[in-house]
């Protein structure tokens, strides 16, 4: 069985390992706090360049952000 974790808790989870509020990553990545709550929140994506910058940021690989894990 594959379970498959939207994006939002992938991005929450990059966020969350880099320990940072909302507002520090949104500073980081140079956007919004609004837009790092809207991707939280399922709302709206981040585009490639900012997926490459949560990346670093979190310190995960962007393969792991995007394929689904196996359980």
């Known amino acids: 069985m594959v379970v498959v974790e939207k994006p939002c808790v992938k991005l929450r989870a990059c966020r969350?390992?880099?320990n940072m509020s909302q507002a520090a990553f949104a500073d980081a990545l140079?956007?919004?706090p609004s837009t790092v709550?809207?991707?939280?929140q399922d709302r709206s994506y981040p585009a490639m360049p900012?997926?490459?910058k949560i990346s670093e940021i979190s310190?995960?690989?962007?393969?792991?952000?995007?394929?689904?894990?196996?359980s």
């Open 30 to 32: 140079g956007v919004d």
């Open 37 to 40: 709550y809207n991707w939280e």
């Open 50 to 52: 900012l997926l490459v």
């Open 59 to 70: 310190g995960i690989p962007l393969n792991l952000i995007f394929i689904p894990e196996k």
């Open 16 to 18: 969350a390992n880099a």
